[in-house]
T-cell receptor
């Protein structure tokens, strides 16, 4: 069983479209994250939810909207896609109390290509 | 505020040689420090962590790292490289209370036969 699973793994779309990436974790963790990895492999946090409550919201365009229907799911919706949104998006989760120390469990990533 | 600097975006070693990947950090509070590994087309996996206990930390696959406060460093080492160690390695720092993990820019390790 995959601990943190993301769908889809690959997404190719046109500029201006709207797309969603879904994430589910079966580890029983309380905290979930979205990270963006650019073409130079640089990883930056975008959002974090703890028990469905938004706790981190970095300087991300408001075209990006996370949604956490329950503790085990964190989805990412992107409106009006731009070329610069092309990246690999990683979902992650952390156990209670260990998210504060930075111990994360990552999914395999969703590679988004905007044409 | 916290930051991480990884010296060397690419390190190449021969199989059986010592692996040394360098990481320096900056943190306004006592840090928690991590090394994560990313194999091609995969997510990141925790290799080892320092959370204010022993300064020499052992991780998976024979890797270890030493926390040196005076040098603000947390370098990753392995005595003998294997071909399977070829991957991207990320050093990361956390302030311990804000759920925010800051990553370095990564070091690509290649292992030559």
């Amino acid at each position: 069983d995959t601990a943190v699973s993301q769908t889809p793994k690959y997404l190719v779309t046109q500029m201006g479209n709207d797309k969603s990436i879904k994430c589910e974790q079966n580890l029983g963790h309380d905290t979930m994250y979205w990270y963006k990895q650019d073409s130079k492999k640089f990883l930056k946090i975008m959002f974090s939810y703890n028990n469905k409550e938004l706790i981190i919201n970095e300087t991300v365009p408001n075209r990006f909207s996370p949604k956490s229907p329950d503790k085990a799911h964190l989805n990412l919706h992107i409106n009006s896609l731009e070329l610069g949104d092309s990246a690999v998006y990683f979902c992650a989760s952390s156990p209670p109390d260990r998210g504060q120390t930075g111990e994360l469990f990552f999914g395999e990533g969703s590679r988004l290509t905007v044409l | 505020a916290q930051s991480v600097t990884q010296l060397g975006s690419h390190v190449s070693v021969s199989e059986g040689a010592l692996v040394l990947l360098r990481c320096n950090y900056s943190s306004s509070v006592p840090p928690y420090l991590f090394w994560y590994v990313q194999y091609p087309n995969q997510g990141l996996q925790l290799l080892l962590k320092y959370t204010s206990a022993a300064t020499l930390v052992k991780g998976i696959n024979g890797f270890e790292a030493e926390f040196k406060k005076s040098e603000t460093s947390f370098h990753l080492t392995k005595p003998s490289a294997h071909m399977s160690d070829a991957a991207e390695y990320f050093c990361a720092v956390s302030g311990g209370s804000n759920y925010k993990l800051t990553f370095g820019k990564g070091t690509l390790l290649t292992v030559n036969p």
